[in-house]
């Protein structure tokens, strides 16, 4: 019989139910099968990730993996809720909540840069993890000192996480710049002679930015302008403000 999903992701813990089936021990563990799940999606994407692959990857039959986990979706869950047991995370010390928010920001970029196949894992059920609630308890704390309630201190972490995401979606699947630079090359002379007059506004903002950026876009340099906006449009949090 499969083991619920919540029991999977708290299998570790003290009080979780035993399961398992009598005969030989198993060459893995429950956790094993996960490590390799997520080095898989590291080196080839999401997408590489099925039972079939990683069961050859482990050397083992599917059957063999399914005594593991009860589908691939819930695989992926296993999987996240792992990275975020194992992110690093900068120590709030004595920071400001301004300091702290920058912080919890800064983490969650890192985190997708390393297991960029994150941010294609959109499933609520990643909420009951032991990894994903301890990582939500810490970066509640953020807002520490802020004159916020339960329910908008939730809030508050939700708005910078999401844009957290949005922007690391731009910064982690980004082009090199390299390339672009190129194509504009090729592209300048007679793009000006299909504009002519038209979109002035655009033609001098986009090239006063684009010899700024060395691009139409710089991922890097918007994380940095859309961060410090945040953190300027959550001054009222302040008690002291």
């Given amino acids: 019989m499969p083991r619920p999903l919540i029991d999977l992701l708290w299998r570790d813990h003290a009080d979780a139910p035993v399961g398992g089936r009598r005969g030989p021990r198993a060459r893995y563990s429950t956790g094993d099968v996960v490590e390799r799940a997520i080095a898989l999606a590291d080196e080839s994407g999401l997408a590489a990730v099925t039972v079939r692959a990683l069961a050859q990857s482990l050397e083992l039959t599917a059957m063999s993996v399914y005594t593991h986990v009860n589908s691939r979706d819930d695989l992926l869950v296993l999987m996240a809720d792992r990275v975020h047991a194992v992110m690093p995370m900068t120590p709030f010390g004595r920071a400001a909540w301004r300091t702290r928010v920058r912080r919890v920001a800064d983490d969650n970029l890192a985190l997708y840069r390393e297991h960029a196949w994150l941010l294609d894992v959109d499933d609520p059920r990643t909420a009951l993890g032991p990894g994903t609630i301890a ?17 908008d201190r939730d809030a508050a972490l939700t708005f910078v996480l999401d844009w957290v995401r949005s922007a690391a979606r731009r910064i982690v699947g980004r082009a090199p710049a390299d390339d672009f630079e190129a194509t504009w090359l090729e592209s300048e002379a007679s793009l000006a002679g299909y504009v002519g007059d038209d979109f002035a506004l655009a033609r001098r903002v986009g090239r006063a930015a684009g010899e700024a950026m060395g691009g139409p876009y710089d991922a890097e340099r918007a994380w940095t302008f859309g961060l410090d906006r945040i953190v300027t449009g959550l001054g009222d949090l302040d008690r002291s403000d």
């Avoid at 000192?145 to 339960?150: E, F, R, S």
Wanted: net charge negative; charged share 40%; glycine share 6%.
């Fill in 135 to 151: 990582k939500y308890d810490r970066e509640l704390h953020a807002f520490d000192g802020t004159a916020l309630d339960d329910v």
